[in-house]
């Protein structure tokens, strides 16, 4: 995700009591009473206070919090499964509160598709016609409905099981079958409630990486609601932590567990691995030096002399990376009369992205003094890592 991405649900001062008494409810909030005071005074259940945030164009936005926070209200409040109580839900300018019956089911068809924890498969019907159903009752023609639901199938990796009947499959094939059935409605958002967490762990985690490789190859923008904060860290691009029906914490995984927003965030966080979400990025370094690949030994050589280096990455006009020469060879270039080091480039390197987690850097040293170089998707040189700066962070990361 970047920040250059547009916005596309814009979330304002949302709230949800349930209860009769919704009005009151809201004054004693704004009073400064708590969801356990409201309740004991009134009888309503605050639900959801104050919430606001942006959901992006194509990022996997992952809402998070233990039972009774509020997550499983708020995405039911989104495509209005939930009525909201006050504020504004904003759609490519349609603010879904203020929408009549059939201007929304017109938004929903258009917006939202949903998967549920619960695999919901009808047991009579193919994995075809599961996967068809959403478009069937929309009175899409047989024809472009077979084409869609066997295209989603097959984005989810189900091509051959189309005749297949749900008691045929595993619990991961089933929950497949039901993110096709949500993919074939071609919706521009997929909302997703809790649905990895009936799988056993092994097929779980495989569904985690089959999502978010569906989300880099389609670009969908999808929210997904778990109370498992090691899926929200494998998955999510950022993540809303909730607590009581309000938002704690806003971040990226590395935000959440590197700079948590007060005690109950850092206790929440605490016995996760942080070297496994904490990125390259954070241990890089500036390059001090880098060599253009037409320049000769001797330029390369001093640049390794003042900066005290024993080799040196070689860049070309736009800052790519060619590779890296070593002074030995520099050394031995000069002194044989060569005027480039074009030669020499060393094509085999170490290279991450910033993202990168920590822990799969130090295995990457393997005995090469080398530093590791981070790279943009177009191969530029951004920095660099040494081992000692890895050692240090994940010293931190450990301690935090």
């Known amino acids: ?70 997550k499983s209200t708020l995405i039911r409040c989104l495509n209005r499964l939930i009525e909201p109580t006050s504020g504004d839900i904003v759609i490519e300018g349609e603010n879904i509160p203020q929408l009549s019956e059939k201007a929304l089911l017109q938004c929903r068809r258009r917006h939202f598709s949903m998967v549920f924890q619960n695999f919901a498969l009808f047991p009579h019907r193919t994995v075809q016609m599961n996967a068809e159903y959403g478009l069937e009752i929309r009175g899409i023609d047989k024809a472009e409905r077979a084409k869609k639901a066997s295209d989603s199938l097959k984005q989810v990796g189900l091509e051959g099981w189309e005749d297949a009947y749900p008691n045929q499959l595993s619990g991961g094939m089933q929950q497949r079958v039901g993110l096709a059935r949500a993919l074939a409605n071609d919706a521009s958002v997929l909302l997703m409630d809790e649905a990895f967490s009936a799988l056993d762990p092994l097929i779980r985690r495989d569904m985690q990486q089959e999502l978010i490789e569906l989300q880099h190859r389609t670009q969908k923008t999808t929210i997904f609601i778990t109370h498992d904060l090691d899926e929200a860290l494998h998955i999510g691009d950022r993540i809303i932590l909730l607590r009581d029906g309000e938002i704690v914490q806003i971040g990226t995984p590395e935000e959440i567990l590197t700079r948590p927003a007060d005690e109950y965030v850092a206790r929440f966080t605490e016995g996760v ?86 822990a799969s850097l130090y295995a990457m040293f393997s005995g090469k003094s080398h530093p590791i170089a981070v790279l943009d998707d177009n191969k530029r040189l951004l920095g660099v890592i040494v081992k000692g700066a890895v050692l240090e962070q994940l010293a931190q990361a450990g301690n935090a």
């Open 1 to 70: 995700m970047t920040d250059t991405q547009q916005t596309k649900i814009q979330v304002r001062n949302l709230s949800k009591v349930f209860g009769n008494d919704t009005k009151k409810a809201l004054e004693l909030r704004d009073e400064g009473l708590s969801r356990a005071q409201i309740l004991e005074k009134t009888g309503q259940t605050l639900g959801l206070s104050n919430i606001n945030f942006d959901v992006k164009e194509g990022e996997l936005l992952v809402i998070m919090g233990l039972s009774g926070s509020g």
């Open 273 to 358: 691995d942080k070297s496994r979400v904490v990125s390259a990025q954070r241990a890089m370094r500036p390059v001090r030096s880098t060599a253009r690949f037409d320049e000769g030994p001797r330029t390369a050589l001093r640049k390794m002399a003042e900066n005290q280096l024993d080799s040196i990455y070689v860049v070309d006009r736009e800052r790519k990376l060619l590779g890296i020469v070593d002074a030995d060879k520099a050394d031995e270039a000069a002194k044989a009369g060569l005027d480039s080091i074009e030669s020499l480039i060393d094509p085999d390197f170490p290279y991450v992205g910033p993202d990168e987690p920590l």
